[in-house]
Antibody, heavy 123, light 110 residues
Framework: EVQLVESGGGLVQPGGSLRLSCAAS????????MTWVRQAPGKGLEWVAN????????FYMDSVKGRFTISRDAAKNSVYLEMNSLRVEDTAVYYC????????????????WGQGTMVTVSS | QSALTQPASVSGFPGQSITISCTGT?????????VSWYQHHPGKAPKLLIS???KRPSGVSDRFSGSKSGNTASLTVSGLQAEDEADYYC??????????FGGGTKVTVL
């Protein structure tokens, strides 16, 4: 079964750090780009970051550049989101998702999603 | 990285068709045939309905269809059913391997 399982969410104070993990199974992990998407309470989905299938290229939304780092470990079939200098406005459910392929290239749609992990930034 | 524009809500009676619009710019929706649509029931994982403007993944009902004209993409849900009540999001490639979502549309089945 193709599956993504996130972990690592929790309550953190403003200015703090948190590392989210996403374990993939049931597919060839190294073939796919991966992405993180978040949803703040009562708000819509918001793309956060993408990582190339080999981990070499990484892309971020403007408001997290310099604070968040996406990475992946092929040996562990996992993708991570290191979040530093957290702000109240980073409070959200964070979803890990697989970027679908158009033959061999990413088509920037997300065809497999995890259930999400909640991050709450509050004093 | 401005969000794509969707109507906040759309409603219809069972059996009817509804259309959700998604307006962007020439830098995202209008510039690439890489628009996707998602159905999201609260508390669950989003589900991919349409990719690359018109392509329906295996297992997705053919009641869902996508199209695009200029900077506006659309999702049509035909034969509306009670289980279609959910939030719907459009999404587009926005260049330099970045992605932008729409604000979301709440669909109500009357």
């Amino acid at each position: 079964e193709v599956q993504l399982v996130e972990s690592g969410g929790g309550l953190v104070q403003p200015g703090g750090s948190l590392r989210l993990s996403c374990a993939a199974s049931g597919f060839s992990f190294s073939t796919y780009w991966m992405t993180w998407v978040r949803q703040a309470p009562g708000k819509g989905l918001e793309w956060v970051a993408n990582i190339h299938r080999d981990g070499g290229d990484k892309f971020y939304m403007d408001s997290v550049k310099g604070r968040f780092t996406i990475s992946r470990d092929a040996a562990k079939n996992s993708v991570y989101l290191e979040m530093n200098s957290l702000r109240v406005e980073d409070t959200a459910v964070y979803y890990c998702a697989r970027v679908s392929l158009a033959v061999t290239r990413p088509n920037y749609s997300m065809d497999v999603w995890g259930q999400g992990t909640m991050v709450t930034v509050s004093s | 990285q401005s969000a794509l524009t969707q109507p906040a809500s759309v409603s219809g009676f069972p059996g009817q068709s509804i259309t959700i619009s998604c307006t962007g710019t020439s830098s995202d929706v209008g510039g690439y045939n890489l628009v996707s649509w998602y159905q999201h029931h609260p508390g669950k994982a989003p589900k991919l309905l349409i990719s690359e403007v018109t392509k329906r993944p295996s297992g997705v009902s053919d009641r869902f269809s996508g199209s695009k004209s200029g900077n506006t993409a659309s999702l049509t849900v035909s034969g509306l059913q009670a289980e279609d009540e959910a939030d719907y999001y459009c999404c587009s490639y926005a260049g330099v391997s970045t992605i932008v979502f729409g604000g979301g549309t709440k669909v109500t089945v009357l």
